[in-house]
């Protein structure tokens, strides 16, 4: 697994300083708020499951959790092919509620922008979002995202949560995979 990977682009320990900072500055713009209406984490399966995982560990305020599962990448796909909010488990009312959507990775956009428009039809009092990456391209960096853990170049990476073809995530750390094992992939969409 680790022979894939052509180079580690942030590794474990610069991952999770920055998230507890990203934790420190979510808790200070939302506590008091949360205390009463209650807070409802939003984490888009599946790439953002190790993230969720460390932030909420930041997090010392009352919350829910709520999954939403989006696929926009299918198998070995490496560029968006459309989004498909696939399922959605959230509490029964988001009335009231302070949501905050977590990804893995903001890219395209339209995985956060179609996640945010559903949840804020549902009349919730505040709906922010956070990334652990940002693609350091125009779509991305026009997407509303309150929260953003590092902003990246425009390569395709795997690890922490991230995958390519449901592989990788895994990896500890944030790695940029081997051209090779992309264009080895017949069913690769890449562009
Ligand atoms: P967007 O809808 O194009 O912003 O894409 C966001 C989703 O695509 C993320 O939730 C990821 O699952 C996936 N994605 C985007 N870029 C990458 C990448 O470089 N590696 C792995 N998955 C990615
Ligand atoms: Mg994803």
Redesign the pocket.
């Known amino acids: 697994m680790r022979q894939d990977i052509e180079r580690i682009l942030i590794d474990r320990k610069t991952i999770s300083d920055r998230i507890a900072e990203l934790g420190r500055s979510i808790v200070e713009d939302l506590r008091g708020q949360v205390e009463e209406d209650g807070l409802i984490l939003v984490p ?1 399966m599946t ?2 499951i190790t993230f969720v995982a460390d932030l909420m560990r930041e997090l010392p305020l009352r919350m829910r959790i709520g999954l939403v599962t ?1 696929s ?2 299918p198998g070995t796909a ?1 560029t ?1 092919q459309g ?1 498909s909010l696939e399922g959605l488990q959230l509490p029964g009312s988001l009335e009231g509620r302070h949501i905050l959507i977590l ?10 922008r179609s996640v945010r428009a559903e949840i804020a039809s549902r009349s919730p009092s505040s709906v922010r979002s956070c990334v652990l990456l940002r ?1 350091r391209i125009p779509s ?1 960096m026009e ?1 509303p995202c309150e929260y953003v853990g590092f902003d990246i170049e425009n ?4 690890g922490y949560g ?3 073809d449901d592989y990788y995530r895994n990896l500890p750390d944030i790695g940029v995979l081997r051209e090779e094992i992309i264009q080895a992939n017949p069913g690769t969409a890449k562009s």
């Open positions: 888009i790439g953002s989006a926009s990448y490496t968006s989004v990804d893995d990775i903001l890219d395209s956009g339209r995985t956060i693609k991305a997407t390569e395709f990476v795997v991230l995958d390519y």
